[in-house]
Nanobody
């Protein structure tokens, strides 16, 4: 089992920045990829960004150039730096740890006002 605890969400004006953190504990040796997903009201959950154990990254087209994912293996933590936020970025953001199974965090709300 892997436990994920997210933090850093909140309310921000358009153009502002937020940094999300996700701390992993438990069977972290089983994790290959960690990622951030988001789900807006009435929409499906979508991948925002992911980072593999080797450091390669993947981003949704809608966030390229604005968001950056990183991980601190010593702290078992993954971060999502979000800059130039837009109202359409408003969603619940979920951390995911992927290995043989996928583990999810509880989610953190990000609200961007116009």
């Amino acid at each position: 089992q892997v436990q994920l605890v997210e933090s850093g969400g909140g309310l921000v004006q358009a153009g502002g920045s937020l940094r999300l953190s996700c701390a992993a504990s438990g069977s972290i040796y089983s994790i290959n990829t960690m990622g951030w997903y988001r789900q807006a009201p009435g929409k499906q959950r979508e991948l925002v960004a992911a980072i593999a154990s080797g450091g390669s990254t993947n981003y949704a087209d809608s966030v390229k150039g604005r968001f950056a994912i990183s991980r601190d293996n010593a702290k078992n933590t993954v971060y999502l730096q979000m800059n130039s936020l837009k109202p359409e970025d408003t969603a619940v953001y979920y951390c995911a740890a992927e290995g043989s199974y996928v583990f999810w965090g509880q989610g953190t709300q990000v609200t961007v006002s116009s």
